[in-house]
T-cell receptor
């Protein structure tokens, strides 16, 4: 089966611009998660979808971040406007059941200059 | 904040067993211990998990102490491709959700 795919793999934008990251989970996986690692820090949870519904968005850092999963398939994470501290690697993961282990994508490396 | 402590780094010779320790002294009775690893430039990869019994799969074995305050991940025959950062995680998500709290992990280097 195809794994979790993320696009783009790298993105370089200027402060104040907007960037949209995309995640395609494994087909049939209702649970979709976003995590990120900012420079020098640990990987941290951002939010969790069950199908198209946000189950837990307690890790979203502020209202510049907007995650969507229309139709319960792929998800997007938009950062608007981007700030320097948003630089890092954004990971998407999916699981077939809520308590199943996660399958992670290889991440999108975001650089804000 | 991570609920686990792990050594920062470890080395192991290729072909030997790699034993990675993890302390989780504040673990609750219904919390699982998960192990993931991250190979350079890839996303984290699930390895194994357990509650209180020892577990084994095609990748590794997980030994959990009787008091559940610590565990050891065992890679029985380490290869160069096992070089990675290994994360020991106590799952904190409600209702089973995979809201994982990653710490710094152990950087395992397999030497030829």
């Amino acid at each position: 089966e195809a794994g979790v795919t993320q696009f783009p793999s790298h993105s370089v934008i200027e402060k104040g611009q907007t960037v949209t990251l995309r995640c395609d989970p494994i087909s049939g996986h209702d649970n979709l998660y976003w995590y990120r690692r900012v420079m020098g820090k640990e990987i941290k949870f951002l939010l969790h979808f069950v199908k198209e519904s946000k189950q837990d968005e307690s890790g979203m850092p502020n209202n510049r971040f907007l995650a969507e999963r229309t139709g319960g398939t792929y998800s997007t994470l938009k950062v608007q406007p981007a700030e320097l501290e948003d630089s890092g690697v954004y990971f998407c993961a999916s699981s077939i059941r809520i308590n199943s282990p996660l399958h992670f994508g290889n991440g999108t490396r975001l650089t804000v200059t | 904040d991570a609920k686990t402590t792990q050594p920062t780094s470890m080395d192991c010779a290729e072909g030997r067993a790699a034993n990675l320790p993890c302390n989780h002294s504040t673990i609750s009775g219904n919390e699982y211990v998960y192990w993931y690893r991250q190979i350079h430039s890839q996303g984290p990869q699930y390895i194994i998990h357990g509650l209180k019994n020892n577990e084994t799969n095609e990748m590794a074995s997980l030994i959990i102490t009787e008091d559940r305050k610590s565990s050891t991940l065992i890679l029985p025959h380490a290869t160069l491709r096992d070089t990675a950062v290994y994360y020991c995680i106590v799952r904190v998500g409600i209702q089973g959700a995979q809201k994982l709290v990653f710490g710094q992990g152990t950087r395992l280097t397999i030497n030829p």
